[in-house]
């Protein structure tokens, strides 16, 4: 009988979820964090012998260089540390304690099936966990000549020991996780082409020639319309209109959420500049 690798250890190391008590003992802090991240990155499910993506969730990309994945055929995913700016492998510290259970393989110089993640490559969140001491991503690439790779990114809160506020631990993400897009989207919606109304008779007079900086104007106010962000409006209300930002930066008491065309910058959890 053919053994499957290191698929029930995975399964249950990556998609358990902690008791609330548990979670209190390692601080509220841990449980927010964990929540928030939760709603932040949809997670992908795989499929039955972990070596594809079933359900796709939110792509991802990882904004610094120096994340390696190992082949989905090996036990263990490749752990990767992001610290001082630098992702680094660590070799000794595989999946981060995901799977740290799992025997793995025959350790005496096995060649293991390595792939290096570009910036603009899209990977798959397929499993997170929030620490005590940071928090943890289970990464799976895209098909690489017909393979997945995957690996384990850990971000260690700012300060060694202590949990930081929610805010503090999404800038931290925010430095070396940006969503790339969500997966299995729906097909181009092909809007139908206006039909002019026939003109029945000529103009009696001439039409004023167009003003292009009155057009554009008018253009660019129907497009801030549009997407229009009211000040003192609740970040839920923002996040449902304009779906999750780029990046989320901490500033002292603001936090500031950048999207491909704005930033909206919130104050105690509500609006208070659009850029």
């Given at each position: 009988?053919k053994?499957?690798?290191?698929?029930?250890?995975f399964?249950i190391a990556?998609?358990?979820?902690?008791?609330?008590?548990?979670?209190?003992?390692?601080?509220?802090?841990?449980?927010?964090?964990?929540?928030?991240?939760?709603?932040?990155f949809?997670?992908?499910?795989l499929?039955?012998?972990?070596?594809d993506?079933?359900?796709?969730?939110d792509a991802?990309?990882v904004?610094?260089?120096?994340?390696?994945?190992?082949?989905?055929?090996n036990?263990?995913?490749?752990?990767?540390?992001?610290?001082?700016?630098?992702?680094?492998?660590e070799?000794?510290?595989?999946g981060h304690?995901f799977?740290?259970?799992?025997g793995?393989?025959s350790g005496?110089?096995e060649k293991?099936?390595?792939?290096s993640?570009?910036?603009?490559?899209?990977c798959?969140?397929?499993?997170?966990?929030?620490?005590?001491?940071?928090?943890?991503?289970?990464?799976?690439?895209e098909?690489?000549?017909?393979?997945?790779?995957?690996?384990?990114l850990?971000v260690?809160?700012?300060?060694r020991?202590?949990?930081?506020?929610?805010?503090?631990?999404?800038?931290a993400?925010g430095d070396?996780?940006?969503?790339?897009g969500?997966?299995?989207a729906?097909?181009?919606?092909?809007?139908?082409e206006?039909?002019?109304?026939?003109?029945?008779?000529?103009p009696?007079a001439e039409?004023?020639p167009?003003?292009p900086a009155k057009?554009?104007?008018?253009?660019?106010d129907?497009?801030?319309?549009?997407?229009a962000?009211s000040?003192?409006?609740?970040?839920?209300?923002v996040?449902?209109?304009?779906?999750?930002?780029?990046?989320?930066?901490?500033?002292?008491?603001?936090e500031?959420y950048t999207?491909?065309?704005?930033?909206?910058t919130f104050v105690?959890g509500?609006?208070?500049?659009?850029e």
């Amino acid at each position: 009988m053919k053994q499957l690798p290191w698929i029930c250890i995975f399964t249950i190391a990556v998609f358990a979820v902690a008791s609330p008590k548990e979670l209190a003992a390692q601080g509220d802090g841990v449980a927010v964090i964990q929540q928030k991240l939760n709603t932040q990155f949809r997670v992908a499910t795989l499929n039955s012998d972990h070596t594809d993506i079933a359900t796709a969730g939110d792509a991802v990309q990882v904004l610094k260089p120096g994340m390696v994945m190992y082949a989905v055929a090996n036990p263990q995913p490749a752990g990767n540390m992001y610290e001082s700016g630098k992702i680094e492998l660590e070799e000794k510290k595989s999946g981060h304690g995901f799977l740290g259970v799992h025997g793995g393989g025959s350790g005496k110089g096995e060649k293991i099936a390595r792939h290096s993640v570009a910036p603009e490559d899209k990977c798959w969140v397929t499993g997170i966990q929030v620490d005590k001491d940071g928090m943890v991503f289970v990464l799976y690439s895209e098909p690489v000549n017909g393979t997945r790779y995957y690996g384990s990114l850990k971000v260690p809160y700012p300060i060694r020991g202590s949990v930081p506020p929610v805010s503090v631990a999404m800038a931290a993400i925010g430095d070396v996780l940006a969503v790339a897009g969500t997966g299995a989207a729906a097909p181009p919606v092909v809007a139908a082409e206006p039909v002019a109304a026939p003109q029945t008779e000529a103009p009696t007079a001439e039409a004023a020639p167009a003003d292009p900086a009155k057009d554009g104007e008018a253009k660019a106010d129907g497009e801030t319309k549009a997407e229009a962000v009211s000040i003192d409006e609740p970040e839920a209300d923002v996040i449902a209109a304009l779906g999750q930002p780029l990046k989320i930066r901490k500033v002292g008491a603001r936090e500031i959420y950048t999207y491909k065309s704005e930033k909206v910058t919130f104050v105690n959890g509500k609006v208070s500049k659009v850029e």
